[in-house]
Each structure stands twice: as structure tokens, then as C-alpha cells.
């Protein structure tokens, strides 16, 4: 499987951006499915997770009630939508697919998008 994240960029504090991430397989729809990030200096951490039918998400806690986690199937794209973003969610957020559900170690997935930048300016 392969992994397509976009819509990284440079956004104000309190703004929003709307991450998608492409995957090239219908077996897609298998997988659990999760971002990560990754900011300088730092190990890259778990963010969201979707089940494979999409019907259970996980939340970090620094970004629960800000970001929302969904997916699609049928064009076998996962989204990340980030509301309310601060500088401290600067970082290249990366897309993940493996198991089991809810992906939150990164020695589970199976699968790694190259990544994309997401700056906040304060």
C-alpha cells in the first residue's frame, strides 16, 4: 500500500487545515488507519486513529476536541481535519495504515506516507 498525504501549510494560530491522505490499494479499506507527527528535535507521535470500518476513533490527548479523524472507503482516502490549531502543533504530520486498531505505536503500522508540513504561526 501506498501512502499520499496533502494539505499541509502555514496557518495562523486558531486557524484550521484539512489533511487528506491517498492510498493506493483497495485493500485500504483492511487497515486501520492513523497520522503521526513529527516535530524538530522531537520522536515522532501518534495523533488520530480510525478502525477500518470507521466507525471507532482514537484522540491523543493534546489534540482531542480539536482534530477529527474520518475516512472514506470508496475512494480509499483518510482525513484529518485540525480546528483550533496552536504553534505546539507544528510538525510533519505523516499517515500511517496497519493493525491492530488503534494504531497508537508506531511498531504497528505497517505502512508510512511520506509526510507533510503543517507551521502555526503565533
Known amino acids: 500500500v501506498q501512502l499520499q498525504a496533502s494539505g499541509g501549510g502555514l496557518v495562523q494560530a486558531g486557524g484550521s487545515l484539512r489533511l487528506s491522505c491517498a492510498a493506493s490499494r483497495r485493500t485500504f479499506s483492511s487497515y486501520a488507519m492513523g497520522w503521526f507527527r513529527q516535530a524538530p528535535g522531537k520522536e515522532r507521535e501518534f495523533v488520530a486513529a480510525i478502525s477500518w470500518s470507521g466507525g471507532r476513533m482514537y484522540y491523543a490527548d493534546s489534540v482531542k476536541g480539536r482534530f477529527t479523524i474520518s475516512r472514506d472507503n470508496a475512494l480509499n482516502t483518510v482525513y484529518l481535519q485540525m480546528n483550533s490549531l496552536k504553534p505546539e502543533d507544528t510538525a510533519v504530520y505523516y499517515c500511517?495504515?496497519?493493525?491492530?486498531?488503534?494504531?497508537?505505536?508506531?511498531?504497528?503500522?505497517?505502512?508510512w506516507g511520506q509526510g507533510t508540513q503543517v507551521t502555526v504561526s503565533s
Open positions: 500511517a495504515a496497519g493493525s491492530p486498531y488503534p494504531l497508537t505505536a508506531a511498531n504497528s503500522v505497517n505502512y
